[in-house]
């Protein structure tokens, strides 16, 4: 399972500050995201970049994950997840799309969706899992290989 982090967006609810380099605890808040997503079952991370691409790099530049520079993200996150699609091992069961701005998430929240994904998986095939949060979708989800296209 690879996951992909979604940190390319403008921000632009936050005004001039980018919520992702927030301080969240004694890290910012992408810090804290990437650092329970790579001790995650996951195989491997990309980071989608975009707007703020140089700071937020220089924060996660000492974390083992691969980035790739989304020149689009003005489009949305459709273009994001796109982006990072060339990345993906081709032998991955599937993609975790998770968002950047969601330090709440622990390890064990990611570790269940996954575990859920392949629950499904081997009960019947391929799958696409969305966590829900009193009845309403949340993240992150995960898309069976065979979806990615």
């Known amino acids: 399972m690879d996951a992909v982090v979604l940190a390319a967006g403008m921000s632009k609810r936050m005004g001039d500050k980018n919520k992702l380099l927030l301080p969240f605890g004694n890290k910012t808040i992408i810090e804290h995201v990437i650092e329970q997503i790579i001790s995650s079952r996951v195989s491997s991370t990309i980071v989608v970049l975009g707007h703020d691409h140089s700071q937020i790099l220089e924060k996660l530049n000492r974390y083992p994950v691969e980035f790739i520079f989304n020149a689009s993200f003005r489009k949305g996150q459709t ?10 091992d081709p032998k991955a069961i599937g993609m975790m799309v998770c968002l950047g701005d969601m330090p709440l998430l622990t390890t064990s929240d990611y570790n269940r969706v996954i ?3 392949d629950t499904r998986v081997m009960e019947g095939g391929p799958s696409i899992v969305r966590p829900e949060y009193k009845n309403s979708p949340g993240n992150p989800v995960i898309f069976h290989k065979i979806f990615i296209p």
């Open 115 to 117: 575990e859920d994904f």
């Open 79 to 88: 273009s994001s997840i796109q982006s990072a699609v060339s990345l993906l």
